[in-house]
């Protein structure tokens, strides 16, 4: 699932290219990708709308158009928005085309087709429910440590499922945190409320290290993630434990290991990790 690295270098690839350009039209082959409004309602909106700017939010695009309208996207599990100058690659898991007033076009393919798009008007109440309950950005100066703090003191829960909640922290999803609580040595079913001062900053200083990371190394392509251009992410050749079950640790050396933690695969080491 592209997760907060991931999402941030499809925004940085697309939003050189698209900042300026109008939508002259749509094609939908998929209705059900539309979340809001209906399908006929998002192609009249949409078109002769000019794209302002490209933001992220946790896991959410977000391009601002003239007129007042948010085009919300969500890319869930394979989800891709990929640019292209001329003709773009057509799969049976293209399910949107946009059309530019430069003869380019933007493709959002999917192939586990759970991804949505909202069209809105800023300030609607019918946008993504998660999107409204997001916490704050890691990345943001306004995440402190001593926030961090204070959130995990008072939740009693395993630390993985509290790092994939996204009402808690923005953007994590199970590649990241697992990579963060094995940098700073904490057992990923570790109760968030014991964490102690020292294990707390840890944590917080290797959220923030992987996600920069992360982002530097143009996100990870573990399955089929690609940014805004169709490339993939070079980040999956430096993961220490997501995807590694078996192999050693390389900081301590024993066998990174792999179990079910809330319903999520969890990559670990038995070792370093108290
Ligand atoms: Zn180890």
């Not at 909640?165 to 990579?179: T, V």
Request: proline content about 6%; overall charge positive.
């Amino acid at each position: 699932m592209p997760e907060l690295p991931e999402v941030e270098t499809i925004r940085r690839t697309l939003r050189p290219k698209l900042a300026g350009l109008k939508f002259t039209g749509v094609r939908i082959y998929l209705p059900k990708v539309i979340a809001a409004p209906a399908p006929e309602h998002f192609t009249a909106i949409i078109t002769g709308k000019k794209i302002i700017d490209l933001q992220r939010r946790g896991k959410y695009l977000l391009f601002g158009l003239t007129g007042g309208y948010t085009l919300i996207v969500h890319l869930r599990m394979t989800g891709s928005m990929v640019y292209r100058e001329k003709t773009g690659p057509s799969s049976k898991y293209t399910h949107v085309v946009f059309y530019l007033d430069n003869g380019s076009r933007l493709f959002f393919a999917d192939l586990r087709q759970f991804g949505r798009l909202w069209l809105l008007p800023v300030g609607s109440p019918d946008g993504p429910p998660g999107l409204k309950n997001l916490g704050p950005e890691p990345l943001d100066k306004s995440f402190t440590r001593e926030i961090f703090e204070k959130k995990l003191h008072c939740r009693r829960t395993r630390i993985k499922p509290l790092l994939l909640d996204q009402s808690f922290i923005a953007g994590l999803g199970n590649i990241y945190a697992d990579e963060a609580l094995h940098r700073a040595g904490i057992s990923p079913e570790h109760p968030a409320n014991t964490l102690t001062h020292r294990e707390t900053t840890r944590l917080y200083r290797a959220i923030r290290d992987v996600l920069q990371e992360g982002i530097k190394n143009r996100g990870t392509s573990v399955r089929d993630y690609i940014d805004g251009e169709g490339r993939a992410g070079r980040y999956q050749e430096m993961l220490r434990v997501y995807n590694r079950e078996g192999q050693s640790c390389l900081k301590c050396g024993n066998q990174i290991a792999r179990r079910k933690i809330g319903n999520r695969s969890s990559y670990y080491c038995p070792a370093c990790q108290k």
